[in-house]
Structure formats: structure tokens, C-alpha cells
């Protein structure tokens, strides 16, 4: 009980929520073992390990409470699993997106030029 005294009265940096992002993970590791591994520091709400191409070696780890997905995080960064030093780093949904956001915008921009019939080579000559 003391201890959870304690956590309400720290602030922590605005980066840190309960959502890990694991990169450098060896390719056959299973969500069992990922669970052994990160269960260690906390309550785990839910692994999901990347299984294609893109993905592979990659996994996010979700905890039930912020502090745990801390500790979790100072501990395991640079954890030496299988030979690979695991990168730990706490999801970030802004990034995430901003390739796709990029995209996006990209495709209404070609599709507004085409509409109007804008052509960008003839006005870089």
C-alpha cells in the first residue's frame, strides 16, 4: 500500500506509457516466452509479436499500469536474448502514423492535380 502512495506523487516524462515497442528480437521467439520475459516486471494486458515480413523481430507489450511498462523498459533495453541485444522503447503513436499521414496527403495532392490538371514539370522548365 505504501508503495502505491508513493507512485501517485511522481510525474513522469510525457514519452512514457504503458505501451512497449521491442525491436532486435530473434525471429523465432514465441509470446510465451516474451511473456516470461516482460512478465517479470508486471501485470501483462496484452504481446503482440510481429509474423510478417515487415514485422518480424518486432513486438509491443502492453501493461496494465505505466510504472511497470517503466521498470520494464529500464531493465530490458539492451537485454541479451538469443545472442540480440533487445531495443525497448516506449510506443509512440505520433510517429507511427506519419508515414501514413505522408502518404495520404501525397495521393489527395496528385489526385487534386490531376483534377485541375496541373502539371509540376512544366512549371519547374
Given at each position: 500500500?505504501?508503495?502505491?502512495?508513493?507512485?501517485?506523487?511522481?510525474?513522469?516524462?510525457?514519452?512514457?506509457?504503458?505501451?512497449?515497442?521491442?525491436?532486435?528480437?530473434?525471429?523465432?521467439?514465441?509470446?510465451e516466452e516474451m511473456?516470461?520475459?516482460?512478465?517479470?516486471?508486471?501485470?501483462?494486458?496484452?504481446?503482440?509479436?510481429?509474423?510478417?515480413?515487415?514485422?518480424?523481430?518486432?513486438?509491443?507489450?502492453?501493461?496494465?499500469?505505466?510504472?511497470?511498462?517503466?521498470?520494464?523498459?529500464?531493465?530490458?533495453?539492451?537485454?541479451?536474448?538469443?545472442?540480440?541485444?533487445?531495443?525497448?522503447?516506449?510506443?509512440?503513436?505520433?510517429?507511427?502514423?506519419?508515414?501514413?499521414?505522408?502518404?495520404?496527403?501525397?495521393?489527395?495532392?496528385?489526385?487534386?492535380?490531376?483534377?485541375?490538371?496541373?502539371?509540376?514539370?512544366?512549371?519547374?522548365?
Amino acid at each position: 500500500m505504501a508503495l502505491a502512495q508513493k507512485r501517485t506523487h511522481v510525474r513522469l516524462p510525457p514519452e512514457v506509457n504503458r505501451i512497449l515497442y521491442v525491436r532486435n528480437l530473434p525471429y523465432k521467439i514465441t509470446g510465451e516466452e516474451m511473456y516470461d520475459i516482460f512478465g517479470k516486471y508486471g501485470a501483462i494486458r496484452q504481446i503482440r509479436v510481429g509474423n510478417t515480413p515487415e514485422t518480424r523481430g518486432t513486438a509491443f507489450v502492453v501493461f496494465e499500469d505505466i510504472f511497470d511498462a517503466k521498470n520494464a523498459c529500464d531493465h530490458l533495453s539492451g537485454f541479451n536474448v538469443c545472442g540480440r541485444y533487445l531495443v525497448v522503447l516506449y510506443y509512440q503513436s505520433n510517429k507511427a502514423f506519419k508515414k501514413m499521414d505522408a502518404e495520404k496527403k501525397q495521393a489527395e495532392l496528385d489526385r487534386v492535380k490531376t483534377k485541375y490538371g496541373i502539371n509540376t514539370e512544366e512549371i519547374k522548365k
